[in-house]
């Protein structure tokens, strides 16, 4: 029988920890500027480094004293543009143990899967669409909505817990990610963090941030804390 206490949840980075598919969602948001309003490298001139899509779509706007009224077709045109800017790319992929991984706990009794990027909802969907990902998650927190990741987490965590009907203790919670940021978001709302280097940044580099597990990739993914947590469901006869 499941009790509260076995019960875990695994938020998932997208970039760099589900799946590759480069700088994809940047090209799409230059693009989205270039077609809508002849801006070129809106990304690059309003100078933003990683922050969640709300926030990036935002600051280009104010830079370009854009019409934030228009922000839904913005979105809809980026969404658009990223599709097919990720059907012709053929370097896109799953990342190691990934799928093995989330098979495993959708299996399982005791685990549960929800995402957890930067991306906007749809942005996020229409990635995990381009490599086949998107049955393995129903809920999770996004950047939608102005503010850091970890705003992000709890909205994700609220949401699957709305969604599962389990509550989860902090201490069950995991979130996997290939940055920094991940680390932090996931120590400044006291889960645990597992860094992997599969993104753009080096093991060595995550390592210095401390985070509760860290792995080169998950090809190993009998071996990760998360699946060692797993319970696997009766067969009923
Ligand atoms: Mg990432």
């Not at 992997?196 to 190993?220: C, F, I, N």
Request: aromatic share 10%.
């Amino acid at each position: 029988m499941n009790n509260r206490s076995n019960l875990h949840l695994i938020l998932w980075d997208i970039d760099g920890t589900l799946m590759h598919c480069g700088s994809d969602g940047t090209k799409a948001l230059n693009r989205t500027f270039e077609e809508l309003y002849g801006i070129d490298n809106a990304f690059y001139q309003a100078g933003i480094g990683s922050a969640m899509d709300s926030v990036i779509l935002d600051r280009i706007m104010d830079q370009f004293q854009l019409n934030k009224e228009e922000l839904e077709r913005v979105k809809q045109t980026y969404v658009d543009i990223l599709k097919k800017i990720l059907e012709q790319n053929q370097n896109k992929k799953i990342l190691p143990g990934v799928q093995e991984l989330l098979t495993s706990i959708k299996e399982s009794e005791n685990g549960f899967s929800a995402l957890l990027t930067s991306n906007l909802r749809i942005g996020a969907e229409t990635k995990l669409q381009s490599v086949g990902l998107h049955s393995f998650f129903e809920v999770g927190g996004f950047g939608d909505e102005l503010g850091e990741k970890w705003d992000a987490a709890l909205r994700g965590i609220s949401e699957a817990e709305n969604h599962f009907g389990v509550t989860f203790s902090r201490e069950n919670i995991y979130l996997i990610g290939d940055s920094a940021y991940d680390i932090e978001c996931a120590k400044k709302i006291g889960i645990k963090s597992i860094g992997v280097a599969t993104g753009w940044m080096a093991y060595e580099s995550l390592k210095e941030h401390s985070p509760d597990y860290l792995y080169t990739d998950l090809s190993d993914w009998e071996q990760l804390i998360i699946y060692q947590k797993l319970v696997k469901k009766e067969v009923v006869k």
